[in-house]
C-alpha cells in the first residue's frame, strides 16, 4: 500500500517559484501514473501535472504548461513539481497522486487509487 506525503507549500508573491515533493512509502512509483492535481476553494479539482514514471512522459493542464514541471528523482520514490511564474489563480491545494497499476500512458481522468494529504499554495 503506497502512502504519499507532500510537502514544499507556502505563500510566495506572484512570479515567484515554489517545488512541491511528493514522497511515496510503501512501494516504489517505477511503473506507475502519478498526477499533480489542485483544487481552489469552492472549485472543481484541476489537472496540473503527470507523470508516467516508467518512461518519463509526462503531461500538463493548459494553464501551467510552459510554467511547471514534472519530474521524478532516480530511484522513483518521490515526484517534484516546478512552479515558476506563479500567479495568484495558482492558489490552491496541491496534492499528488498515484495509480495501483501499470498503463501503457497517463491522463488526468484515469483512476488514482494512492493520493496525499495536499500541501497548500498561495500566491498573492
Known amino acids: 500500500h503506497v502512502q504519499l506525503v507532500e510537502s514544499g507549500g507556502g505563500s510566495v508573491q506572484a512570479g515567484g517559484s515554489l517545488r512541491l515533493s511528493c514522497a511515496a512509502s510503501g512501494g516504489r512509483l517505477s511503473t506507475r501514473c502519478v498526477a499533480w492535481f489542485r483544487q481552489p476553494p469552492g472549485k472543481e479539482r484541476e489537472g496540473v501535472a503527470l507523470?508516467?514514471?516508467?518512461?518519463?512522459?509526462?503531461d500538463y493542464g493548459d494553464s501551467v504548461k510552459g510554467r511547471f514541471s514534472i519530474s521524478i528523482d532516480a530511484a522513483r520514490t518521490t515526484v517534484f513539481l516546478e512552479m515558476n511564474t506563479l500567479k495568484p489563480e495558482d492558489t490552491a491545494m496541491y496534492y499528488c497522486?498515484?495509480?495501483?497499476?501499470?498503463?501503457?500512458?497517463?491522463?488526468?481522468?484515469?483512476?488514482?487509487?494512492?493520493r496525499g494529504q495536499g500541501t497548500q499554495v498561495t500566491v498573492s
Open positions: 497522486a498515484a495509480s495501483a497499476y501499470e498503463y501503457p500512458r497517463c491522463v488526468f481522468s484515469g483512476t488514482y487509487q494512492y
Open positions: 507523470i508516467l514514471s516508467r518512461d518519463g512522459v509526462t
